[in-house]
C-alpha cells in the first residue's frame, strides 16, 4: 500500500503542535542534533511508519504506559524506544532556555541543587 500524499507534509506540521508526537520528534532532533534518518533507526522504524506516528498524540500523562502500548503496537515500533525519547523532550522541555551558545545557565543547577537534601540535615 503506498502512503497518501498528504502524509509527509502533515507529518512535518505535526512538528508545531505541542500535543503530537510529531512535536516530540522535533525537539528530540533539535536536542539531540540527529536527522530524520537517525531518529528511524533509533526507533527501529521506516521513515513512512515515523511519519504516521508523527500525527499520533502524545500519551496522556494519567494513562502513559496505556496509550504508549496501544501506540507501539498498532505502528510495531519498540514501546520502550518510544517511551525514551518521549521521556527526553519531557525532562528537557522542563529546563529554562539555554543561552545563546548553547549552554544550559549555571543558575538552572543550583536551583536544582537546592532542593536535594542530605540524611544529615533531615535527621535534625
Same mark, same amino acid.
Given at each position: ?23 516530540? !520528534? *522535533? ?7 540527529? +536527522?530524520? $534518518?537517525?531518529?528511524?533507526? $533509533? ?10 506516528? +508523527? ?10 504506559? *496505556? ?7 498498532? !505502528? ?23 543561552? *545563546?551558545?548553547? $549552554?544550559?545557565? $549555571? ?18
Amino acid at each position: 500500500m503506498t502512503n497518501p500524499k498528504w502524509l509527509k507534509v502533515a507529518a512535518q506540521r505535526s512538528g508545531q503542535r505541542t500535543w503530537t508526537l510529531g512535536y516530540v !520528534f *522535533e525537539q528530540y532532533r533539535k536536542y539531540e542534533d540527529k +536527522s530524520v $534518518e537517525e531518529l528511524a533507526a $533509533e526507533l527501529d522504524c521506516s521513515l513512512e511508519v515515523l511519519d504516521w506516528l +508523527s500525527l499520533c498524540r502524545r500519551p496522556d500523562k494519567e494513562r502513559f504506559t *496505556e496509550h504508549l502500548d496501544v501506540i507501539a503496537k498498532r !505502528f510495531a515500533v519498540n514501546p520502550y524506544r518510544l517511551a525514551a525519547v518521549i521521556r527526553h523532550v519531557e525532562v528537557l522541555d522542563v529546563f529554562p532556555a539555554s543561552k *545563546e551558545d548553547g $549552554e544550559v545557565g $549555571e543558575d538552572a543547577f543550583l536551583l536544582a541543587a537546592r532542593d536535594h537534601t542530605t540524611d544529615d540535615e533531615t535527621s535534625s
